[in-house]
C-alpha cells in the first residue's frame, strides 16, 4: 500500500504568479481523499504537482516517504501514480483497444503482459466489448468516460488521481461515474478525487482537504464535513 504526500508545496505557472502557497496533504493507502475549493483555488495545479507537470517552487512530493519532486510525469507513472484528467481525454481517431493499449504503453514490450492487461479491462468492463474495434470518437459521454476509467486502471496504479470526473456529464451519468468510484472505493484503491460535485464527492470521502486562495483551508473526515456542506459552499461561492 502506499502513501502519496504533499508537503509545504509552493507552486504557480509564471515567474510572480503563485496558485500554491504552502500547502500540504496526504493520502493514505486504501482510502479515498477528496480536495474541494472555490474554483480558482489550485484543485487542478495540486494535482499537477502530484503527477509531475508542475514542478513545486518549494516543497516535496513525497511516495512512501521517497522524494519523488524531481520526477518527470513518466517516472512518476511508472511509480504508480496515475491521472484520470478532467474531460474527455479518449484518442478520437483511435480503436477502444487501441486506447487502452496505449494506456499501457509502459508495458508495451512485454506483448504477452500487454494483452494480459488490456483483456483484464475488457472483463472488468464487459460493456466495452463489443465496441472493442469502434473508434473512441464515435462513443457516448458514458462510454468514452469508461473508457478513460479503464485506460487508467490497466496498469493497476497504486495511486489514482481523478480530476472534476462528473464535469460535462449529465445527472445519470454522473452517477454512473460515482457508482464506478465507489466500486474502486470498496476494492481497496488509494484514490485522491477532485470534483465540484460536493455532495457526491465528501458521500465517498474518507479524508477531505479544502483550498481557499490557493492554501490549507479546513481538513477533517466525511463525517466533520457532513453537516457544514451548504455553509461552506456558500462561502465559496462569495470568494
Known amino acids: 500500500m502506499t502513501t502519496l504526500t504533499m508537503a509545504n ?27 474541494l ?7 487542478s495545479t495540486t494535482l499537477r504537482v502530484l503527477t509531475g507537470f508542475v514542478t513545486p517552487r518549494s516543497g516535496a512530493v513525497l511516495l512512501d516517504g521517497d522524494d519523488i519532486t524531481g520526477l518527470d510525469p513518466a517516472e512518476r507513472l511508472s511509480r504508480g501514480i496515475a491521472l484520470l484528467p478532467q474531460g474527455r481525454s479518449v484518442f478520437p481517431q483511435l480503436s477502444v483497444q487501441d486506447n487502452l493499449r496505449l494506456g499501457a504503453w509502459q508495458i508495451r514490450h512485454d506483448g504477452d503482459r500487454l494483452n494480459t492487461a488490456v483483456e483484464a479491462m475488457f472483463e472488468r468492463y464487459p460493456s466495452l466489448v463489443p465496441l472493442r474495434a469502434r473508434m473512441a470518437g464515435s462513443l457516448s459521454g458514458g462510454q468514452a468516460r469508461l473508457v478513460e476509467f479503464a485506460r487508467t486502471l490497466i496498469t493497476e496504479p497504486a495511486v489514482l488521481l481523478i480530476d472534476e470526473p462528473s464535469v460535462g456529464l449529465s445527472p445519470a451519468l454522473v452517477d454512473e461515474v460515482y457508482d464506478e468510484i465507489a466500486r474502486l472505493k470498496e476494492e481497496g484503491r488509494t484514490i485522491l478525487l477532485v470534483d465540484q460535485n460536493v455532495q457526491a464527492a465528501v458521500g465517498l470521502a474518507d479524508e477531505v482537504f479544502t483550498l481557499a486562495y490557493g492554501r490549507n483551508h479546513l481538513s477533517g473526515s466525511r463525517d466533520e464535513f457532513a453537516g457544514q456542506l451548504d455553509q461552506l459552499i456558500k462561502t465559496w461561492l462569495s470568494l
Open 9 to 35: 508545496v509552493t507552486a504557480g505557472y509564471h515567474a510572480h504568479d503563485i496558485v500554491l502557497d504552502d500547502v500540504s496533504l496526504t493520502v493514505e493507502p486504501g482510502r479515498v481523499s477528496v480536495v
Open 37 to 43: 475549493g472555490p474554483n480558482g483555488s489550485g484543485k
